[in-house]
């Protein structure tokens, strides 16, 4: 009797680390994030309701840069391209990368930008403009 009790605390401990082990291994770091696909630039403009979020009244992004790609590689660097529709810049730009301050800035080349959200699907940055009154937005999707 004494051994099956032994043997049923050690499942549910054993149990209880695997799953503890899954859980770390299965979120993915913000490098990660940002590395495992193309993003499209989806949306630019000024929060000018301060409220969190670029709502489609402050959207000013241009139908050229509707289908501008973003590549972010592991190795630090990454490339632009400007797709079909151009807007008249350089069809392929490229540029080095790093994340700053415990991942909640992002340099690009010499630009400091705050991480205002980086998950599975979206991306959204915010110019570190010293003296504006409300946040220049620019959103990214997968």
Not at 10 to 21: Q, S
Not at 33 to 57: A, P, S
Not at 70 to 80: A, E, K, W
Request: net charge negative; aromatic share 8%; proline share 2%.
């Amino acid at each position: 009797m004494k051994a099956r009790a032994i043997l049923a605390i050690a499942i549910v401990i054993i149990a209880g680390c695997k799953k503890e082990k899954t859980d770390q291994a299965g979120k993915k770091t913000a490098a990660e994030l940002l590395t495992q696909k193309e993003w499209i630039l989806t949306g630019t403009g000024f929060d000018d309701n301060k409220n969190g979020v670029l709502d489609d009244t402050e959207n000013t992004i241009q139908d050229c840069q509707k289908d501008n790609s973003y590549f972010f590689y592991s190795n630090g660097t990454g490339s632009s391209l400007d797709n079909i529709v151009s807007c008249g810049s350089p069809v392929n730009t490229d540029f080095t990368w790093q994340f700053l301050q415990n991942d909640t800035k992002l340099l690009i080349l010499t630009e400091q930008l705050f991480v205002l959200q980086l998950d599975e699907e979206k991306l959204v940055l915010n110019p570190d403009l010293p003296g504006l009154a409300v946040k220049f937005m620019m959103q990214y999707k997968h």
